[in-house]
């Protein structure tokens, strides 16, 4: 049920007559920014532009503190670089709305908008990889697929590891870990996306196996055989969980298929990421 409000005139026989037209401009900015804490972001910017009072209140630090996660100072110090309290609560939502690269441009983080929890990439650059130094074995290709513009291809190896190490302090909640991994190997010809899969081998004679442990005592570990040639897959390593807020976590995570009774090839390797598991089923 909803209520209105309207002001009337009293002429001298006593009727009501033309009433006072009260408009959303008359409302106090205070009653606007407490609506607007129940609102997700997208909703108050569109509403930020009706008039001057909620352009107003949609700047109120307290409104944007409710959407950033629990640890904001600690991601503003860490990632931009910057105190959090020489910026206003709105810029530091909007400039982690978007990726922001970190530790030597190796590492991205980011708010996930639907969700207001913090997600987390690294690049192949930033973990250990069996003989990645060796052209015989990888190369390094610059491509537009990867958010860090650069892939690791193999051509053909019998030991394959990839082993990881990351600190980093995430907000209390459950959170899911993924390879971002493709058979074959994609460029463009005529404006078009092909993928060249001559070289993809041995991933259907034995699965890799994918493992995570934390500093908390969480672990976990799948295996899967690589499918699908010449699309980008995110392979599920598993989910641990943080309770503490404000505490460091250390993650390490691998995947390995290390039968050396043949080899393997054809495989790209782009990074790691880190979703908020309540978006997981996004990436299958």
């Given at each position: 049920m909803g209520a209105g409000v309207s002001c009337f005139l009293r002429e001298d026989n006593g009727e009501l007559t033309s009433p006072m037209k009260l408009n959303l401009g008359d409302l106090p900015e205070s009653c606007v920014s407490g609506i607007f804490m129940y609102l997700d972001p997208p909703e108050i910017c569109r509403l930020a532009s009706l008039n001057r009072?909620?352009?107003?209140a949609s700047s109120a630090d307290f409104v944007w503190e409710s959407k950033l996660p629990s640890n904001y100072k600690f991601l503003a110090k860490a990632i931009l670089d910057q105190s959090p309290e020489t910026l206003g609560k709105k810029e530091i939502y909007a400039k982690f709305s978007t990726p922001n690269f970190f530790d030597g441009g190796t590492k991205?983080?980011?708010?996930d908008k639907s969700s207001g929890k913090i997600c987390l990439s690294i690049s192949y650059?930033?973990?250990?990889?069996t003989g990645i130094d060796d052209r015989r074995y990888w190369s390094h290709i610059v491509s537009e697929e990867s958010r860090y513009q650069a892939i690791a291809y193999l051509q053909k190896i019998w030991w394959f590891e990839v082993v990881g190490e990351v600190e980093f302090e995430f907000p209390p909640g459950t959170y899911?870990?993924?390879?971002?991994?493709?058979l074959g190997k994609s460029s463009r010809?005529?404006?078009r996306r092909v993928c060249n899969v001559d070289q993809v081998h041995g991933w259907n004679i034995k699965p890799v196996r994918f493992q995570l442990s934390t500093s908390n005592g969480h672990r976990a570990s799948s295996e899967c055989y690589l499918h699908e040639p010449g699309e980008w897959h995110h392979y599920h390593v598993g989910d641990f969980v943080v309770d503490g807020p404000n505490t460091?976590?250390?993650?390490k995570l691998s995947m390995m298929q290390i039968d050396c009774t043949h080899t393997k090839g054809g495989l790209c390797l782009d990074s790691v990421f880190i979703y908020p598991s309540e978006i997981r089923e996004r990436f299958k």
């Open positions: 009072a909620f352009r107003g991205q983080a980011w708010l650059k930033a973990l250990r990889v899911s870990l993924f390879f971002r991994l493709q010809r005529f404006g460091p976590m250390k993650i």
